[in-house]
């Protein structure tokens, strides 16, 4: 019996994993923090971001098998959102309260927007169109400059505000009961809470009506029609809810890192982000989660390992890390896709598909 | 209960289906027979409201349907099992037969009519488990229909029940069918297997180049010089 067999039928060691998570999660920032230093606790707070990003996603892709190579578009729509209502550009200071939920539904919105026109499309056809959609906002950001300012064009957005919890502002630090909680700690527990969030609605969509009919219309539109599922709406519904999860991360990174330009959401990051999905186990919330945070750290290995070890194996660094990052990453991607065609932790409905077993 | 106006349907300019006029009272089996091309499956897909037709009207239980959208129709009592089997293949027998209770919201009962299911298919049993796309052809249509009954319609509309399948499941297949009518269901049966879909049925069309040119019992039918001769092969 393998030992997540042992989880799922015994009560007591389920709790106790979960207790051994909580408490995991609520120390490593500490941990990286204190054993590999800041940059790691950013790199962490980033991947909390990607997960959010790559269940977002998951939901358009895994879920509906709807392949959408614009995704970035929502985070981008939630980032400018957040730093348009919240920095010197408009002289405009929301409160993040407003921000993220409004940046969710705006997202949301623009989800509609290009699903509405995309129903009829599927596969290779349908990625091209959000490919394009993907590159229109981009393109959009980078020129709405002039006549009238709205996005500072190429430039973008900086000075946004910090993301401030009951007066609270996460960019410094914190005291909190005589200990010192420094800035990235915060805003790890605020990302992690928030990701915890959409974890749970995720799993709950995947197990209601409307999760089931996701998965019909993925596996057959036609019988699903036939089985009575308003395809049209489940579609609308499965590109609203994924860009409405891409929103909220999307705003976050923009408080978090207190700038935002194009440069950040460009089609680069929509295939890193549905790496993340197809790597980890399209449909498979635990693997997905595994892609999103391997997608993120795996790179900045590369470019903090790919030096010394050259040093060490050749005296000195023959190849520049920050190029070799990207080829490093893409081998490991191919190995990956090679030896796991369902992903490193697929869903075990897929995992039976692929290896052909009859049961 | 099905009443067929000067049905047309047209893809560009092209007309598939050129004004047919037929009709399937409550409780019979109607058999639609053609070559390849005559404009069957075109006639349901029209009906199942996966196409627009380009004219006519489609009555069922006396409401006119033919602008429903489709996912209305299992609302209508009309239940459609798709050509080319289209069972949902990465879910398990027991998921793909819950999707045919889709718009059901009465969970004893449905668990009553999946056990139902089991009975005329007991083979599905055994396998209820198994994913849906590891099932032989056979097994696969008898799930599509088992999925169409779900959702208990008063209508079932079949598209080629019998395509791409081994001789001796297509026997299988049709006792079900024939199962099923016996227990009170409506069935409009699009099939070219003429001969199995007459002998199952109580009348029939005979569908050529988009037009329904002969029509009667389906005993006559089959006794028709001209259909023997096109159709069963004599």
């Given at each position: 019996m393998s030992f997540l067999d042992r989880l799922r039928h015994s009560r007591r060691a389920a709790l106790g994993a979960t207790l051994f998570l909580g408490l995991l999660l609520a120390a490593l920032p500490f941990l990286v923090g204190n054993g590999l230093g800041n940059s790691w606790l950013r790199i962490l707070d980033f991947a909390l971001l990607y997960i959010m990003l790559a269940l977002g996603l998951n939901i358009v892709v895994g879920f509906a098998g709807l392949l959408d190579l614009g995704y970035i578009a929502f985070y981008a729509v939630g980032a400018y959102l957040y730093a348009l209502l919240a920095s010197p550009h408009f002289g405009l200071h929301l409160p993040v309260w407003a921000i993220i939920p409004a940046g969710a539904a705006l997202a949301g919105f623009f989800g509609i927007l290009l699903g509405a026109p995309t129903l009829r499309l599927r596969g290779d056809y349908l990625a091209i169109v959000t490919l394009g959609?993907?590159?229109?906002?981009?393109?959009?950001?980078?020129?709405?400059?002039?006549?009238?300012?709205?996005?500072?064009?190429?430039?973008?957005?900086?000075?946004?505000?910090?993301?401030?919890?009951?007066?609270?502002?996460?960019?410094?630090?914190?005291?909190?009961?005589?200990?010192?909680?420094?800035?990235?700690?915060?805003?790890?527990?605020?990302?992690?809470?928030?990701?915890?969030?959409?974890?749970?609605?995720?799993?709950?969509?995947?197990?209601?009506?409307?999760g089931r009919a996701w998965v019909a219309i993925r596996e057959d539109e036609i019988a699903a029609k036939a089985c009575g599922i308003n395809t049209r709406n489940i579609k609308l519904l499965a590109f609203a809810m994924g860009a409405s999860f891409g929103g909220v991360a999307g705003g976050l990174f923009a408080g978090f890192q207190a700038f935002v330009s194009p440069e950040s959401f460009s089609l680069m990051e929509s295939i890193m982000v549905l790496c993340m999905v197809v790597l980890g186990g399209m449909g498979h919330i635990p693997g997905v989660i595994l892609g999103g945070i391997l997608l993120t750290v795996l790179p900045e290995i590369f470019r903090h390992g790919a030096g010394p070890v050259q040093q060490m194996l050749f005296g000195k660094v023959l190849l520049d890390p920050e190029a070799l990052r990207m080829l490093l990453f893409g081998l490991a991607l191919i190995v990956v896709m090679l030896y796991r065609p369902a992903g490193l932790w697929p869903s075990p409905t897929r995992r039976r598909e692929f290896r052909g077993d009859a049961r | 209960m099905l009443e067929v106006t000067g049905l047309r349907v047209a893809y560009g300019g092209i007309q598939a289906v050129r004004g047919i006029t037929f009709h399937v009272e409550a409780g019979?089996?109607?058999?639609?027979?053609?070559?390849?091309?005559?404009?069957?499956?075109?006639?349901?897909?029209?009906?199942?409201?996966?196409?627009?037709?380009?004219?006519?009207?489609?009555?069922?239980?006396?409401?006119?349907?033919?602008?429903?959208p489709p996912h209305e129709l299992i609302a209508q009592g009309i239940a459609l099992v798709p050509e080319g089997r289209g069972v949902f293949p990465r879910m398990t027998i027991v998921e793909n037969l819950l999707m045919g209770a889709y718009r059901r919201h009465d969970a004893a009962a449905v668990k009553a009519d999946i056990a139902r299911m089991f009975g005329y298919f007991p083979r599905l049993e055994e396998r209820a488990q198994q994913l849906a796309g590891t099932l032989s052809g056979g097994e696969q249509q008898m799930l599509a229909i088992g999925r169409a009954l779900m959702g208990r319609p008063k209508l079932l509309l079949l598209d080629e029940p019998s395509m791409g399948l081994a001789p001796l499941m297509v026997q299988k297949i049709f006792e079900v069918i024939r199962s099923v009518a016996a227990d009170g269901m409506t069935v409009l049966l699009v099939e070219q297997n003429a001969r199995l879909a007459l002998e199952s049925s109580r009348r029939g069309y005979v569908m050529e180049s988009g037009e329904i040119t002969l029509t009667g019992d389906a005993a006559d039918l089959l006794a028709n010089p001209r259909v023997r001769a096109a159709y069963l092969g004599e």
């Open positions: 959609f993907g590159e229109i906002v981009r393109i959009f950001l980078n020129n709405l400059n002039a006549p009238l300012n709205i996005t500072n064009g190429p430039q973008g957005i900086s000075g946004i505000d910090p993301i401030r919890l009951g007066g609270v502002s996460l960019a410094r630090p914190m005291e909190f009961l005589g200990f010192t909680i420094p800035s990235l700690h915060g805003y790890y527990y605020l990302f992690l809470a928030l990701a915890l969030l959409i974890v749970f609605v995720t799993i709950r969509l995947e197990h209601s009506r409307i | 019979e089996t109607v058999a639609l027979i053609g070559a390849n091309g005559a404009g069957k499956t075109s006639t349901l897909k029209a009906l199942a409201r996966l196409l627009d037709a380009a004219g006519g009207s489609v009555r069922c239980g006396g409401r006119e349907i033919s602008a429903l």
